[in-house]
Protein backbone atom coordinates (compact mmCIF):
# COMPACT_ATOMS: atom_id res chain seq x y z
CA UNK A 1 0.00 0.00 0.00
CA UNK A 2 1.63 3.97 -1.04
CA UNK A 3 0.89 5.66 2.36
CA UNK A 4 4.44 7.40 2.44
CA UNK A 5 2.64 10.05 4.57
CA UNK A 6 2.52 7.80 7.44
CA UNK A 7 6.27 6.97 7.41
CA UNK A 8 8.09 7.81 10.46
CA UNK A 9 4.86 9.30 11.79
CA UNK A 10 4.17 8.18 15.85
CA UNK A 11 0.66 7.03 16.87
CA UNK A 12 -0.93 6.51 19.89
CA UNK A 13 -3.34 3.59 18.76
CA UNK A 14 -6.15 3.78 21.99
CA UNK A 15 -8.59 0.72 21.92
CA UNK A 16 -11.71 0.69 23.94
CA UNK A 17 -13.95 -2.25 24.20
CA UNK A 18 -15.71 -3.90 21.63
CA UNK A 19 -15.41 -7.09 19.05
CA UNK A 20 -13.95 -4.57 16.74
CA UNK A 21 -10.41 -4.77 18.71
CA UNK A 22 -9.54 -7.47 16.39
CA UNK A 23 -9.44 -4.50 13.30
CA UNK A 24 -7.12 -2.80 15.34
CA UNK A 25 -4.56 -5.63 15.29
CA UNK A 26 -4.66 -5.88 12.03
CA UNK A 27 -4.29 -2.11 11.67
CA UNK A 28 -0.98 -1.90 14.00
CA UNK A 29 0.57 -4.23 11.36
CA UNK A 30 -0.57 -2.41 8.30
CA UNK A 31 0.93 1.34 10.31
CA UNK A 32 3.92 -1.04 10.99
CA UNK A 33 4.17 -1.96 7.27
CA UNK A 34 3.97 2.19 6.42
CA UNK A 35 6.79 2.78 8.34
CA UNK A 36 4.62 4.55 11.63
CA UNK A 37 5.31 3.66 14.85
CA UNK A 38 2.73 2.49 17.04
CA UNK A 39 2.16 2.67 20.93
CA UNK A 40 -0.69 1.13 21.96
CA UNK A 41 -3.04 1.81 24.90
CA UNK A 42 -5.69 -0.44 26.08
CA UNK A 43 -8.99 0.56 28.29
CA UNK A 44 -9.98 -2.50 30.77
CA UNK A 45 -12.63 -3.86 28.42
CA UNK A 46 -10.77 -3.50 25.51
CA UNK A 47 -8.67 -7.09 27.03
CA UNK A 48 -11.73 -8.26 27.67
CA UNK A 49 -11.75 -8.72 23.49
CA UNK A 50 -7.93 -9.07 22.57
CA UNK A 51 -4.79 -9.14 24.66
CA UNK A 52 -1.77 -6.78 25.94
CA UNK A 53 0.84 -9.69 24.26
CA UNK A 54 -0.92 -9.69 21.12
CA UNK A 55 -1.07 -5.73 20.80
CA UNK A 56 2.34 -5.67 21.88
CA UNK A 57 3.69 -8.37 19.43
CA UNK A 58 2.04 -6.52 16.89
CA UNK A 59 3.37 -2.94 17.61
CA UNK A 60 6.95 -4.16 19.05
CA UNK A 61 6.25 -1.94 22.02
CA UNK A 62 5.26 -3.01 25.76
CA UNK A 63 1.29 -1.70 25.78
CA UNK A 64 -0.08 0.40 28.06
CA UNK A 65 -2.90 -0.19 29.90
CA UNK A 66 -3.14 1.75 33.49
CA UNK A 67 -2.47 5.14 34.82
CA UNK A 68 -0.31 3.78 37.54
CA UNK A 69 1.76 2.00 35.83
CA UNK A 70 4.93 2.43 37.16
CA UNK A 71 7.37 1.64 34.00
CA UNK A 72 7.48 5.44 33.22
CA UNK A 73 10.37 7.13 35.29
CA UNK A 74 8.05 10.36 36.46
CA UNK A 75 4.97 7.64 36.61
CA UNK A 76 3.11 9.88 34.61
CA UNK A 77 2.22 8.14 31.07
CA UNK A 78 -0.96 10.04 30.91
CA UNK A 79 1.48 13.10 29.98
CA UNK A 80 4.78 11.14 28.44
CA UNK A 81 2.56 9.32 25.69
CA UNK A 82 1.02 12.08 23.95
CA UNK A 83 4.19 14.82 23.90
CA UNK A 84 6.15 12.67 20.88
CA UNK A 85 2.25 11.84 19.08
CA UNK A 86 1.93 12.71 16.30
CA UNK A 87 -1.94 11.94 16.55
CA UNK A 88 -3.83 9.37 19.10
CA UNK A 89 -6.29 7.15 17.14
CA UNK A 90 -9.02 5.40 18.95
CA UNK A 91 -9.99 2.51 17.06
CA UNK A 92 -12.35 1.10 18.19
CA UNK A 93 -14.15 3.94 20.42
CA UNK A 94 -17.10 2.64 22.00
CA UNK A 95 -20.22 4.09 22.71
CA UNK A 96 -19.16 4.33 26.58
CA UNK A 97 -15.85 6.10 25.41
CA UNK A 98 -17.23 8.90 23.45
CA UNK A 99 -19.05 9.58 26.04
CA UNK A 100 -16.62 9.99 28.69
CA UNK A 101 -14.66 12.29 25.93
CA UNK A 102 -18.11 14.50 25.54
CA UNK A 103 -17.51 15.35 29.53
CA UNK A 104 -13.89 15.07 29.63
CA UNK A 105 -14.04 12.41 31.93
CA UNK A 106 -10.54 10.76 32.77
CA UNK A 107 -11.10 7.79 35.18
CA UNK A 108 -8.62 5.75 33.32
CA UNK A 109 -5.36 5.86 31.25
CA UNK A 110 -6.63 6.31 27.49
CA UNK A 111 -9.64 8.91 28.49
CA UNK A 112 -6.96 10.99 30.67
CA UNK A 113 -4.55 11.02 27.81
CA UNK A 114 -7.00 12.17 24.82
CA UNK A 115 -7.79 14.72 27.91
CA UNK A 116 -4.07 15.92 28.62
CA UNK A 117 -2.78 15.86 24.95
CA UNK A 118 -1.59 19.13 23.40
CA UNK A 119 -4.58 19.86 21.71
CA UNK A 120 -2.86 21.75 19.22
CA UNK A 121 0.08 19.36 18.08
CA UNK A 122 -1.39 16.48 18.81
CA UNK A 123 -5.12 15.76 16.73
CA UNK A 124 -7.47 13.12 18.06
CA UNK A 125 -9.21 10.79 15.59
CA UNK A 126 -12.28 8.40 16.38
CA UNK A 127 -13.30 5.31 14.40
CA UNK A 128 -16.60 4.44 16.10
CA UNK A 129 -17.70 0.59 16.75
CA UNK A 130 -21.26 -0.11 18.15
CA UNK A 131 -24.58 -1.18 17.95
CA UNK A 132 -26.43 0.40 15.20
CA UNK A 133 -29.31 1.00 17.90
CA UNK A 134 -26.32 2.19 20.02
CA UNK A 135 -24.92 4.57 17.41
CA UNK A 136 -28.17 5.93 16.43
CA UNK A 137 -29.21 6.93 20.63
CA UNK A 138 -29.59 10.68 20.81
CA UNK A 139 -27.18 10.50 23.34
CA UNK A 140 -24.48 8.77 21.41
CA UNK A 141 -25.16 11.25 18.52
CA UNK A 142 -24.88 14.40 21.18
CA UNK A 143 -21.47 12.80 22.25
CA UNK A 144 -20.00 12.54 18.85
CA UNK A 145 -21.41 15.92 17.52
CA UNK A 146 -19.78 17.57 20.93
CA UNK A 147 -16.33 15.31 20.41
CA UNK A 148 -15.84 16.71 17.19
CA UNK A 149 -17.10 20.33 18.36
CA UNK A 150 -14.17 19.71 20.56
CA UNK A 151 -11.70 19.45 17.46
CA UNK A 152 -11.99 14.98 17.02
CA UNK A 153 -12.32 13.82 13.85
CA UNK A 154 -14.40 11.22 13.52
CA UNK A 155 -13.57 8.27 10.84
CA UNK A 156 -17.10 6.17 9.74
CA UNK A 157 -18.31 4.39 11.16
CA UNK A 158 -19.54 2.05 8.08
CA UNK A 159 -22.75 0.22 7.23
CA UNK A 160 -23.33 -3.30 6.97
CA UNK A 161 -23.77 -6.54 9.28
CA UNK A 162 -23.04 -6.45 12.27
CA UNK A 163 -20.93 -8.87 15.04
CA UNK A 164 -24.71 -9.09 17.10
CA UNK A 165 -26.17 -10.05 13.81
CA UNK A 166 -27.98 -6.69 13.31
CA UNK A 167 -27.39 -4.96 9.96
CA UNK A 168 -26.87 -0.91 9.63
CA UNK A 169 -24.64 1.57 11.20
CA UNK A 170 -22.09 1.16 13.40
CA UNK A 171 -19.18 -1.09 12.34
CA UNK A 172 -15.95 0.48 12.33
CA UNK A 173 -14.33 0.95 9.26
CA UNK A 174 -12.05 -1.78 8.19
CA UNK A 175 -8.31 -1.48 8.91
CA UNK A 176 -6.98 -0.69 5.26
CA UNK A 177 -10.14 1.77 5.51
CA UNK A 178 -8.54 3.57 8.33
CA UNK A 179 -4.55 3.44 7.15
CA UNK A 180 -6.43 5.23 4.08
CA UNK A 181 -8.23 8.06 5.93
CA UNK A 182 -5.47 8.32 8.58
CA UNK A 183 -2.69 9.03 5.84
CA UNK A 184 -5.38 11.04 3.90
CA UNK A 185 -5.36 13.17 7.44
CA UNK A 186 -1.97 14.43 7.23
CA UNK A 187 -1.84 15.26 3.76
CA UNK A 188 -2.30 19.09 3.11
CA UNK A 189 -5.58 20.87 2.37
CA UNK A 190 -3.96 22.47 -1.34
CA UNK A 191 -7.45 21.74 -2.56
CA UNK A 192 -9.76 22.61 -0.42
CA UNK A 193 -13.39 23.91 -1.33
CA UNK A 194 -12.14 22.78 -4.92
CA UNK A 195 -14.39 20.71 -6.85
CA UNK A 196 -12.75 18.63 -9.29
CA UNK A 197 -13.82 16.29 -12.65
CA UNK A 198 -11.70 13.36 -13.34
CA UNK A 199 -12.26 11.21 -16.22
CA UNK A 200 -9.94 7.83 -16.12
CA UNK A 201 -9.80 4.69 -17.81
CA UNK A 202 -10.61 3.40 -21.83
CA UNK A 203 -13.97 3.77 -23.23
CA UNK A 204 -15.49 0.62 -24.93
CA UNK A 205 -17.15 0.91 -28.19
CA UNK A 206 -19.36 -1.68 -29.34
CA UNK A 207 -19.24 -3.50 -32.97
CA UNK A 208 -22.19 -5.67 -32.14
CA UNK A 209 -23.55 -6.74 -28.53
CA UNK A 210 -20.55 -9.16 -27.66
CA UNK A 211 -17.61 -7.21 -29.62
CA UNK A 212 -15.79 -3.97 -29.19
CA UNK A 213 -13.18 -1.62 -29.32
CA UNK A 214 -10.97 -0.66 -26.42
CA UNK A 215 -7.22 -0.08 -25.22
CA UNK A 216 -5.32 -0.89 -22.23
CA UNK A 217 -5.79 1.89 -20.16
CA UNK A 218 -5.97 0.67 -16.69
CA UNK A 219 -7.50 3.95 -14.78
CA UNK A 220 -4.69 3.74 -12.28
CA UNK A 221 -3.27 6.62 -12.94
CA UNK A 222 -6.89 8.84 -12.95
CA UNK A 223 -8.30 6.53 -10.09
CA UNK A 224 -4.83 7.76 -8.16
CA UNK A 225 -5.41 11.56 -8.99
CA UNK A 226 -9.14 11.06 -7.72
CA UNK A 227 -8.02 9.85 -4.48
CA UNK A 228 -4.89 12.22 -4.16
CA UNK A 229 -7.33 15.47 -4.65
CA UNK A 230 -9.79 14.18 -1.95
CA UNK A 231 -7.17 13.75 0.10
CA UNK A 232 -5.81 17.55 -0.65
CA UNK A 233 -9.53 18.18 0.63
CA UNK A 234 -11.46 18.84 -3.30
CA UNK A 235 -14.62 17.18 -3.99
CA UNK A 236 -14.52 15.00 -6.48
CA UNK A 237 -16.07 13.22 -9.24
CA UNK A 238 -14.61 10.55 -11.43
CA UNK A 239 -16.44 9.71 -14.56
CA UNK A 240 -14.56 6.09 -15.25
CA UNK A 241 -15.12 3.77 -18.66
CA UNK A 242 -14.73 0.24 -18.02
CA UNK A 243 -11.85 -0.61 -15.18
CA UNK A 244 -11.98 -2.99 -12.46
CA UNK A 245 -10.62 -0.76 -9.56
CA UNK A 246 -12.33 0.55 -6.22
CA UNK A 247 -13.38 3.74 -6.10
CA UNK A 248 -11.35 5.65 -4.02
CA UNK A 249 -13.20 6.67 -0.35
CA UNK A 250 -15.28 9.68 -0.80
CA UNK A 251 -15.14 10.16 -4.32
CA UNK A 252 -18.12 10.30 -6.45
CA UNK A 253 -17.73 7.54 -8.84
CA UNK A 254 -19.93 7.45 -12.54
CA UNK A 255 -19.57 4.52 -14.67
CA UNK A 256 -19.54 4.61 -18.51
CA UNK A 257 -18.60 2.70 -21.22
CA UNK A 258 -18.30 4.88 -24.46
CA UNK A 259 -16.60 7.95 -25.49
CA UNK A 260 -20.04 9.25 -26.52
CA UNK A 261 -21.50 8.90 -22.86
CA UNK A 262 -18.13 9.94 -21.26
CA UNK A 263 -19.36 13.37 -23.21
CA UNK A 264 -22.60 13.32 -22.40
CA UNK A 265 -22.04 12.54 -18.33
CA UNK A 266 -19.13 15.30 -18.12
CA UNK A 267 -20.61 18.25 -19.84
CA UNK A 268 -23.42 18.94 -17.68
CA UNK A 269 -21.06 18.69 -14.61
CA UNK A 270 -18.15 20.50 -16.28
CA UNK A 271 -19.39 23.98 -15.54
CA UNK A 272 -19.96 23.52 -11.95
CA UNK A 273 -16.46 22.24 -11.08
CA UNK A 274 -13.21 24.12 -10.65
CA UNK A 275 -10.70 21.74 -12.26
CA UNK A 276 -10.86 19.00 -15.02
CA UNK A 277 -8.40 16.22 -15.12
CA UNK A 278 -8.69 14.48 -18.31
CA UNK A 279 -6.76 11.05 -17.89
CA UNK A 280 -9.05 8.98 -19.60
CA UNK A 281 -7.91 7.16 -22.69
CA UNK A 282 -11.12 7.98 -25.10
CA UNK A 283 -11.14 5.96 -28.15
CA UNK A 284 -10.88 8.09 -31.48
CA UNK A 285 -12.89 6.60 -33.35
CA UNK A 286 -16.46 4.28 -32.73
CA UNK A 287 -17.92 1.71 -35.05
CA UNK A 288 -20.95 4.40 -37.12
CA UNK A 289 -23.43 2.04 -36.47
CA UNK A 290 -23.20 -0.99 -33.80
CA UNK A 291 -25.33 -3.82 -35.07
CA UNK A 292 -28.45 -5.17 -32.93
CA UNK A 293 -27.54 -8.91 -33.11
CA UNK A 294 -23.92 -10.47 -33.06
CA UNK A 295 -22.61 -10.37 -36.46
CA UNK A 296 -22.10 -13.66 -37.67
CA UNK A 297 -19.73 -15.45 -40.23
CA UNK A 298 -21.52 -16.33 -43.69
CA UNK A 299 -19.25 -18.74 -44.64
CA UNK A 300 -18.16 -16.79 -47.63
CA UNK A 301 -14.68 -16.18 -46.24
CA UNK A 302 -15.64 -12.36 -46.39
CA UNK A 303 -14.57 -10.13 -43.44
CA UNK A 304 -16.70 -7.53 -42.85
CA UNK A 305 -16.30 -3.47 -43.09
CA UNK A 306 -16.56 -1.71 -40.15
CA UNK A 307 -17.44 2.03 -41.22
CA UNK A 308 -16.08 4.36 -38.34
CA UNK A 309 -16.77 7.81 -37.33
CA UNK A 310 -15.14 10.28 -34.86
CA UNK A 311 -15.98 10.81 -31.02
CA UNK A 312 -16.52 14.07 -29.71
CA UNK A 313 -13.55 15.21 -27.81
CA UNK A 314 -14.16 16.10 -24.54
CA UNK A 315 -11.74 17.60 -23.58
CA UNK A 316 -11.68 20.03 -26.19
CA UNK A 317 -14.81 20.63 -25.91
CA UNK A 318 -14.77 21.34 -22.01
CA UNK A 319 -11.85 24.05 -22.82
CA UNK A 320 -14.04 25.30 -25.16
CA UNK A 321 -16.70 26.43 -22.45
CA UNK A 322 -17.32 29.81 -22.06
CA UNK A 323 -15.75 30.00 -18.38
CA UNK A 324 -14.36 26.56 -18.54
CA UNK A 325 -12.96 24.74 -15.26
CA UNK A 326 -9.16 24.71 -15.02
CA UNK A 327 -8.17 21.56 -17.56
CA UNK A 328 -5.52 19.45 -17.51
CA UNK A 329 -5.12 16.86 -20.38
CA UNK A 330 -3.16 13.99 -20.16
CA UNK A 331 -1.47 12.76 -23.76
CA UNK A 332 -0.11 9.33 -23.86
CA UNK A 333 2.61 8.95 -26.82
CA UNK A 334 4.48 6.17 -27.96
CA UNK A 335 7.22 8.69 -29.24
CA UNK A 336 8.23 12.42 -29.29
CA UNK A 337 6.60 13.47 -25.98
CA UNK A 338 7.58 16.68 -25.04
CA UNK A 339 6.91 17.71 -28.64
CA UNK A 340 3.50 16.29 -29.29
CA UNK A 341 2.62 16.89 -25.08
CA UNK A 342 3.21 20.89 -26.54
CA UNK A 343 1.16 20.54 -30.01
CA UNK A 344 -1.68 19.05 -27.90
CA UNK A 345 -1.46 21.93 -25.46
CA UNK A 346 -2.30 24.14 -28.22
CA UNK A 347 -4.88 22.15 -29.86
CA UNK A 348 -6.81 21.19 -26.96
CA UNK A 349 -6.39 25.24 -25.84
CA UNK A 350 -5.54 23.62 -22.33
CA UNK A 351 -3.35 25.32 -19.84
CA UNK A 352 -1.35 22.50 -18.33
CA UNK A 353 -0.76 18.90 -20.55
CA UNK A 354 0.74 15.85 -18.60
CA UNK A 355 2.77 13.90 -20.74
CA UNK A 356 3.28 10.15 -20.22
CA UNK A 357 4.88 7.40 -22.72
CA UNK A 358 1.43 4.66 -22.77
CA UNK A 359 3.07 1.92 -23.99
CA UNK A 360 5.43 2.09 -20.94
CA UNK A 361 2.76 3.30 -17.91
CA UNK A 362 -0.28 1.31 -19.39
CA UNK A 363 -1.31 -1.18 -16.48
CA UNK A 364 1.60 -0.49 -14.24
CA UNK A 365 1.67 0.36 -10.83
CA UNK A 366 4.61 3.49 -11.31
CA UNK A 367 4.93 6.14 -14.25
CA UNK A 368 6.73 8.81 -15.22
CA UNK A 369 5.24 12.45 -15.78
CA UNK A 370 6.30 15.60 -17.94
CA UNK A 371 4.56 18.59 -16.96
CA UNK A 372 4.19 20.90 -19.87
CA UNK A 373 2.48 24.31 -19.80
CA UNK A 374 2.78 27.66 -21.04
CA UNK A 375 6.10 28.29 -19.06
CA UNK A 376 7.96 25.44 -20.25
CA UNK A 377 8.36 21.30 -19.27
CA UNK A 378 8.70 19.65 -15.64
CA UNK A 379 9.55 16.00 -15.64
CA UNK A 380 8.20 14.12 -12.54
CA UNK A 381 11.06 11.07 -12.18
CA UNK A 382 9.08 7.63 -12.13
CA UNK A 383 7.69 7.08 -8.84
CA UNK A 384 4.33 5.15 -7.82
CA UNK A 385 1.26 6.32 -9.76
CA UNK A 386 -0.24 7.39 -6.14
CA UNK A 387 2.76 9.52 -5.31
CA UNK A 388 3.18 11.14 -8.51
CA UNK A 389 -0.44 12.01 -8.17
CA UNK A 390 -0.16 13.69 -5.00
CA UNK A 391 2.50 15.78 -6.53
CA UNK A 392 0.34 16.46 -9.47
CA UNK A 393 -2.25 17.56 -7.21
CA UNK A 394 0.34 20.31 -6.10
CA UNK A 395 1.17 21.28 -9.42
CA UNK A 396 -2.80 22.28 -9.87
CA UNK A 397 -2.94 23.83 -6.89
CA UNK A 398 -0.05 26.03 -7.36
CA UNK A 399 -1.79 27.08 -10.34
CA UNK A 400 -5.49 27.92 -9.52
CA UNK A 401 -6.41 31.48 -9.34
CA UNK A 402 -6.89 32.24 -5.05
N1 LIG B 1 -9.48 13.21 -24.92
C1 LIG B 1 -10.83 13.47 -24.73
N2 LIG B 1 -11.73 13.06 -25.68
C2 LIG B 1 -11.33 12.42 -26.79
C3 LIG B 1 -9.96 12.16 -26.99
C4 LIG B 1 -9.06 12.56 -26.04
O1 LIG B 1 -11.19 14.04 -23.70
N3 LIG B 1 -12.25 12.05 -27.66
C5 LIG B 1 -8.51 13.69 -23.93
C6 LIG B 1 -7.80 12.61 -23.19
O2 LIG B 1 -8.49 12.26 -21.99
C7 LIG B 1 -6.46 13.26 -22.89
C8 LIG B 1 -6.23 14.15 -24.07
O3 LIG B 1 -7.52 14.38 -24.62
O4 LIG B 1 -6.51 14.09 -21.77
C9 LIG B 1 -5.33 13.64 -25.12
O5 LIG B 1 -5.71 12.37 -25.51
P1 LIG B 1 -4.93 11.58 -26.64
O6 LIG B 1 -5.69 10.36 -26.98
O7 LIG B 1 -3.50 11.43 -26.26
O8 LIG B 1 -4.98 12.65 -27.79
P2 LIG B 1 -5.75 12.70 -29.11
O9 LIG B 1 -6.46 13.98 -29.17
O10 LIG B 1 -6.56 11.48 -29.30
O11 LIG B 1 -4.55 12.77 -30.14
P3 LIG B 1 -3.74 11.58 -30.85
O12 LIG B 1 -4.62 10.37 -30.88
O13 LIG B 1 -3.46 12.13 -32.18
O14 LIG B 1 -2.50 11.40 -30.04
Request: net charge neutral; aromatic share 4%.
Amino acid sequence: MDTPQLAGRHIVLGLSGGVACFKAAELTRELGRAGATVQVVMTEAAEAFITAVTMQALSGRPVFTSQWDAREPNNMAHINLTRTADAVLVAPASADFIAKLAQGRADDLLSLLCLARPIERCPLLLAPAMNREMWAHPATQRNVAQAAADGATVLGPAAGDQACGEVGDGRMLEATELLDDLGAFFQPKVLAGRRLLITAGPTYEAIDPVRGITNLSSGKMGFAIAQAAREAGAEVTLVAGPVHLPTPRHVRRIDVRSAQQMHDVVLPLAASHDVFVATAAVADWRPAASAEQKIKKDGSGQVPTIAMTENPDILATVARLPQPPYCVGFAAESHDLVRHAREKRLRKHVPLIVGNLGPATFGRDDNTLVLVDAQGERELPTAGKLSLARELVREIAARLAP
